[in-house]
C-alpha cells in the first residue's frame, strides 16, 4: 500500500513534498495510517484533533492516546475540547451538525494560525460508497452522486482510492495502533447502517463492487461537467442581469425540456432545491415568492424576479437623514453633495436644486402607499404607484427604490429617475446644490 500511495500522491498531489500538511486525526484506525504513510513520504506533517466529549473518559482516552503516540513520533500536535451537547441544544441542530461545524470552524482558526497549507482526512473508498448510497437514498442531483470530493478548498482526501480492508491490511502489517470509536457499530445511525448492513451484502454479491463504484463516480463526474457547461449556457441565454436583481422570462423557461430537471439545476445553486415549489411559482400570481437562505425569488407579471437576501438587507434602518453641511453619504447609498455655481452634467443619477427650497436633514428613505410628487417637466402631481407602472418598475425595483425628501417629508427625487419639479432651479435660484448618486 506504501508504494501505492506514494505513486498516488507523486500523481496528484506533488506539491505535498513542498507544504506545510496538518492532519485531522480521531485516532483512528484511517487517521493513523493516514499519518503512518505520510510520515514514510516525509511529508511535512502536524495533527489536530478535536475532542467532541461526546463519549465521557473514552473521548479523552483518544486524545492522550494521541498524545503520547504524537510525541514518541516528535509530530507537533494541537487539540481542543468541544461541548458539542451544549452547542447542539442552544442552536437547534442535531449532534452530528454541531460537531461538523465546530470542526470545521476550528480547523479555519488553526489554518490561520499555524499556517499549514493543506488538511488531509482520512476518508476511503468504503467512505465514499457510504456517501453515495445516503444521498441515493435521500433523493439527489447528479453532483450527490459524485461521491466524496477528492479536494475542496484546501481540505485534501489522499485516501479515497484505498479500501476499508486495504488499510487494515496495513494497519496489521506495520502494527500501527488505533482507538476503536465503539459507536462507530451501532446502526441506529444511518451511515452505520449502510456500513454495516447494507455494504457487506453488496460486496457478497460483487466482490468488485468498490471498482466498479470508482468506475462509475469517474462517469457521473465526466458527465456532471457537460451538464454544467450546458446549464451555464442556458442560464447566460435567459438569465437577464439589472443591478442587484436577475430577471427571468418565464416564456422561456417553460420551453426547457425536461422543465423540471433544469429548473433544479438552473435554481439550486441560489438554494431553491424543490421542483415542485419552483413548478407551482411560474403559473402563480404575480407577488407569489419563494425564499432560500440566500435569495428571494419572486413572480413579477411574465417574469421572476431573483435577488440576493444580502443585497436586500444592506439596512435594517428605513430611513437616513443628511445634515445641512454633509457632503457625502455612503449608506445606505453612495451620495455626493455640493455647492455649485452652474448646472453642467445632465444625467439622471444627478439633480441640481435649489438649496433655499430644502428643509434640512434631508431624508433618504423607501416608497409607500399614498406617495405623490410632482414629477420635473410636468404639470400636476403623480402618484408614485402610477409612475412606478409607467416606468415599468418591477416588484423588487419599487421595494429597493430610494427617496430624497424634505424633513417634511415631501418628496424632492426619485433617485436615480425623476426629481420634483417643485425643487427645480430657475433663474431666481440663489444657491445650487448638486446631488449626484454614484451607485448607478
Same mark, same amino acid.
Given at each position: 500500500?506504501?508504494?501505492?500511495?506514494?505513486?498516488?500522491?507523486?500523481?496528484?498531489?506533488?506539491?505535498?513534498?513542498?507544504?506545510?500538511?496538518?492532519?485531522?486525526?480521531?485516532?483512528?484506525?484511517?487517521?493513523?495510517?493516514?499519518? =503512518?504513510?505520510?510520515?514514510?513520504?516525509?511529508?511535512?506533517?502536524?495533527? !489536530?484533533?478535536?475532542?467532541?466529549? $461526546?463519549?465521557?473518559?473514552?473521548?479523552?482516552?483518544?486524545?492522550?492516546?494521541?498524545? #503520547?503516540?504524537?510525541?514518541?513520533?516528535?509530530?507537533?500536535?494541537?487539540?481542543?475540547? *468541544?461541548? @458539542?451537547? @451544549?452547542?447542539?441544544?442552544?442552536?437547534?441542530?442535531?449532534?452530528?451538525?454541531?460537531?461538523?461545524?465546530?470542526?470545521?470552524?476550528?480547523?479555519?482558526?488553526?489554518?490561520?494560525?499555524?499556517?499549514?497549507?493543506?488538511?488531509l482526512t482520512g476518508h476511503h473508498?468504503?467512505?465514499?460508497?457510504?456517501?453515495?448510497?445516503?444521498?441515493?437514498?435521500?433523493?439527489?442531483?447528479?453532483?450527490?452522486?459524485?461521491?466524496?470530493?477528492?479536494?475542496?478548498?484546501?481540505?485534501?482526501?489522499?485516501?479515497?482510492?484505498?479500501?476499508?480492508?486495504?488499510?487494515? #491490511?496495513?494497519?496489521?502489517?506495520?502494527?500501527?495502533?488505533?482507538?476503536?470509536?465503539?459507536?462507530?457499530?451501532?446502526?441506529?445511525?444511518?451511515?452505520?447502517?449502510? %456500513? =454495516?448492513?447494507?455494504?457487506?451484502?453488496?460486496?457478497?454479491?460483487?466482490?468488485?463492487?468498490?471498482?466498479?463504484? %470508482?468506475?462509475?463516480?469517474?462517469?457521473?463526474?465526466?458527465?456532471?461537467?457537460?451538464?454544467?457547461?450546458?446549464?451555464?449556457?442556458?442560464?447566460?441565454?435567459?438569465?437577464?442581469?439589472?443591478?442587484?436583481?436577475?430577471?427571468?422570462?418565464?416564456?422561456? !423557461?417553460?420551453?426547457?425540456?425536461?422543465?423540471?430537471?433544469f429548473l433544479f439545476y438552473l435554481?439550486?445553486?441560489?438554494? *431553491?432545491a424543490d421542483t415542485n415549489d419552483?413548478?407551482?411559482?411560474?403559473?402563480?400570481?404575480?407577488?407569489?415568492?419563494?425564499?432560500?437562505? @440566500? =435569495?428571494?425569488?419572486?413572480?413579477?407579471?411574465?417574469?421572476?424576479?431573483?435577488?440576493?437576501?444580502?443585497?436586500? #438587507?444592506?439596512?435594517?434602518?428605513?430611513?437616513?437623514?443628511?445634515?445641512?453641511?454633509?457632503?457625502?453619504?455612503?449608506?445606505?447609498?453612495?451620495?455626493?453633495?455640493?455647492?455649485?455655481?452652474?448646472?453642467?452634467?445632465?444625467?439622471? #443619477?444627478?439633480?441640481?436644486?435649489?438649496?433655499?427650497?430644502?428643509?434640512?436633514?434631508?431624508?433618504?428613505?423607501?416608497?409607500?402607499?399614498?406617495?405623490?410628487?410632482?414629477?420635473?417637466?410636468?404639470?400636476?402631481?403623480?402618484? !408614485?404607484?402610477?409612475?412606478?407602472?409607467?416606468?415599468?418598475?418591477?416588484?423588487?425595483?419599487?421595494?429597493?427604490?430610494?427617496? $430624497?425628501?424634505?424633513?417634511?417629508?415631501?418628496?424632492?427625487?426619485?433617485?436615480?429617475?425623476?426629481?420634483?419639479?417643485?425643487?427645480?432651479?430657475?433663474?431666481? @435660484?440663489?444657491?445650487?446644490?448638486?446631488?449626484?448618486?454614484?451607485?448607478?
Amino acid at each position: 500500500m506504501l508504494e501505492k500511495f506514494r505513486t498516488h500522491i507523486e500523481r496528484k498531489f506533488p506539491f505535498f513534498f513542498e507544504s506545510k500538511i496538518a492532519i485531522a486525526s480521531s485516532g483512528g484506525i484511517d487517521s493513523m495510517v493516514l499519518t =503512518h504513510l505520510c510520515q514514510q513520504l516525509e511529508i511535512n506533517i502536524c495533527v !489536530l484533533h478535536c475532542n467532541f466529549q $461526546l463519549r465521557g473518559e473514552e473521548s479523552d482516552r483518544d486524545k492522550q492516546f494521541l498524545q #503520547q503516540y504524537l510525541e514518541k513520533e516528535k509530530i507537533p500536535f494541537y487539540a481542543t475540547d *468541544f461541548d @458539542t451537547n @451544549t452547542y447542539a441544544e442552544k442552536n437547534k441542530v442535531s449532534t452530528q451538525i454541531a460537531a461538523r461545524e465546530l470542526r470545521y470552524k476550528w480547523f479555519e482558526e488553526q489554518k490561520k494560525l499555524l499556517q499549514f497549507d493543506y488538511l488531509l482526512t482520512g476518508h476511503h473508498a468504503d467512505d465514499n460508497l457510504e456517501t453515495f448510497l445516503i444521498n441515493l437514498t435521500r433523493g439527489t442531483g447528479i453532483d450527490g452522486l459524485t461521491g466524496i470530493p477528492t479536494m475542496n478548498n484546501y481540505i485534501v482526501r489522499p485516501m479515497l482510492p484505498f479500501s476499508r480492508d486495504e488499510i487494515f #491490511q496495513y494497519a496489521l502489517q506495520k502494527d500501527i495502533a488505533w482507538r476503536e470509536d465503539e459507536s462507530n457499530a451501532e446502526t441506529k445511525y444511518l451511515r452505520n447502517k449502510i %456500513r =454495516h448492513d447494507v455494504i457487506p451484502k453488496l460486496k457478497e454479491i460483487n466482490p468488485e463492487v468498490l471498482q466498479n463504484f %470508482r468506475k462509475t463516480v469517474q462517469n457521473l463526474k465526466g458527465a456532471s461537467e457537460i451538464l454544467k457547461n450546458h446549464v451555464e449556457e442556458v442560464r447566460a441565454s435567459i438569465f437577464k442581469y439589472q443591478q442587484e436583481e436577475i430577471h427571468i422570462p418565464i416564456e422561456e !423557461l417553460q420551453k426547457l425540456y425536461p422543465l423540471e430537471s433544469f429548473l433544479f439545476y438552473l435554481f439550486s445553486p441560489y438554494g *431553491f432545491a424543490d421542483t415542485n415549489d419552483l413548478i407551482l411559482v411560474l403559473d402563480a400570481q404575480s407577488g407569489k415568492q419563494l425564499f432560500s437562505k @440566500t =435569495h428571494r425569488l419572486l413572480k413579477d407579471r411574465n417574469k421572476l424576479l431573483l435577488a440576493s437576501l444580502v443585497a436586500e #438587507q444592506k439596512s435594517t434602518t428605513s430611513v437616513f437623514f443628511i445634515s445641512e453641511d454633509e457632503k457625502e453619504l455612503s449608506s445606505p447609498i453612495r451620495l455626493s453633495i455640493e455647492l455649485i455655481d452652474k448646472i453642467e452634467d445632465e444625467s439622471r #443619477q444627478i439633480t441640481y436644486l435649489d438649496k433655499e427650497k430644502l428643509k434640512f436633514p434631508l431624508k433618504l428613505r423607501k416608497w409607500q402607499n399614498g406617495d405623490y410628487f410632482y414629477p420635473f417637466g410636468m404639470q400636476g402631481k403623480k402618484k !408614485l404607484s402610477k409612475f412606478f407602472k409607467d416606468e415599468k418598475f418591477s416588484l423588487l425595483s419599487k421595494e429597493n427604490q430610494w427617496l $430624497l425628501c424634505n424633513a417634511d417629508d415631501v418628496i424632492i427625487w426619485i433617485v436615480g429617475k425623476r426629481p420634483d419639479n417643485r425643487f427645480k432651479v430657475t433663474d431666481k @435660484t440663489k444657491q445650487i446644490l448638486k446631488i449626484e448618486c454614484l451607485d448607478a
